[in-house]
């Protein structure tokens, strides 16, 4: 079964700090992996991710995917409070039209 | 642009009722998925439809069915509500059904079951 894990679980910085989450996935037939915000209710989408080694980046964020070690991470450099939510690493593999999500980051971010 | 809407945005049922959750994809997609995020757990894949066809469901009972319409709008259908289908219901929708398609969310239908 296909399997997507993230950690921490929660972090609580303060704002201007810099922060890593961790996303490890065992996804069988791999195809993408992408990365959601997800403040209130919906997610958002952050970044799509296919090839190893390729940074994306968007302002302060920026992501990595290293297809070899099964992992990719997220950046948030310079944090400010709207940065505070829940950060959700995704896989789509296997089964198609499917996606597997991890339990989430909690981000907190004080003032 | 629309995004993705969903309706109601809050649905109090008892146990034993059917529930019916609606969705409307962004204008141009064709794909709808349906998740389930109970509290304290993580999104859990419900069903995917694709042009009118359910193409996939993830581990939910059959009381968990729905359809999606000539418009691509979609319901989900939830039969003989136990309390623990209580959660927040998200529909998203993208392009086509291809994996690397980017899916965007609507914000949820929350499901409380007395």
């Known amino acids: 079964e296909d399997k997507v894990v993230q950690s921490p679980l929660s972090l609580v910085v303060h704002e201007g700090d810099t922060v890593t989450l961790n996303c490890s996935y065992e996804v069988t037939n791999f195809r993408s992996l992408l990365w959601y915000k997800q403040e209130k209710k919906a997610p958002t989408f952050l970044f799509m991710l296919?090839?190893?080694?390729i940074e994306k980046k968007s302002g302060r964020l920026s992501s990595i995917l290293d297809k070899k070690e099964l992992f990719s991470i997220l950046n948030i450099t310079a944090t400010q409070t709207g940065d505070s939510a829940v950060y959700l690493c995704?896989?789509?593999?296997?089964?198609?039209?499917?996606?597997?999500f991890g339990q989430g980051t909690i981000l907190t971010v004080h003032p | 642009e629309a995004g993705v809407t969903q309706s109601p945005t809050h649905l109090i049922k008892t146990r034993g009722q059917q529930a019916t959750l609606r969705c409307s994809p962004i204008s141009g997609h064709t794909s709808v998925y349906w998740y389930q995020q109970a509290l304290g757990l993580g999104l859990q894949f419900l069903l995917w439809y694709d042009e009118g066809e359910e193409r996939n469901r993830g581990n939910f009972p059959p009381r968990f069915s729905g359809r999606q319409f000539p418009n691509y709008s979609s319901e989900l259908n939830v039969n003989a509500l136990e309390l623990e289908d209580s959660a927040l219901y998200l529909c998203?929708?993208?392009?086509?059904?291809?994996?690397?398609?980017?899916?965007?969310f609507g914000p949820g239908t929350r499901l409380l079951v007395l």
């Open positions: 995704v896989s789509g593999g296997t089964s198609y039209g499917k996606l597997t």
């Open positions: 296919t090839s190893s080694g």
């Open positions: 998203a929708s993208s392009l086509g059904g291809m994996l690397l398609e980017t899916q965007y």
